[in-house]
Nanobody, 123 residues
Framework: QVQPVESGGGLVQAGGSLRLSCAAS????????RGWFRQAPGKEREFVAA????????YYADSVQGRFTISRDYATNTVYRHMNSLKPEATAVYYC????????????????WGQGTQVTVSS
């Protein structure tokens, strides 16, 4: 098994940027694709971005296309998500997930989840 752990969340003003990281606190991500989801208060968890194990394929939600970038560091096996031009509606808990079996856009496709990191965007 693998245990993703997120970091990098915090408070940022609208228009600002943040970089979230996803590493493995237990096990290894070897061979696993990884995805990012977010859940705002009172809302369902929604897909944000995903990256294949090789890094050759990336996927984005329409709402973040062009502003968020997902990438991976092969040396540390860490996945990053750069978020630019943040809006207050991006306020949510952001989760990293690993091991896609099925559509990378669906939360049900992932077997391993982190505890989440809070991102708050002030207006």
């Amino acid at each position: 098994q693998v245990q993703p752990v997120e970091s990098g969340g915090g408070l940022v003003q609208a228009g600002g940027s943040l970089r979230l990281s996803c590493a493995a606190s237990k096990g290894t991500f070897s061979g696993y694709a990884r995805g990012w989801f977010r859940q705002a208060p009172g809302k369902e968890r929604e897909f944000v971005a995903a990256i294949s194990w090789s890094g050759g394929m990336t996927y984005y939600a329409d709402s973040v296309q062009g502003r968020f970038t997902i990438s991976r560091d092969y040396a540390t096996n860490t996945v990053y998500r750069h978020m630019n031009s943040l809006k207050p509606e991006a306020t949510a808990v952001y989760y990293c997930a690993a091991d896609v079996r099925g559509s990378p856009y669906s939360a049900a496709s992932y077997d391993f989840w982190g505890q989440g990191t809070q991102v708050t965007v002030s207006s």
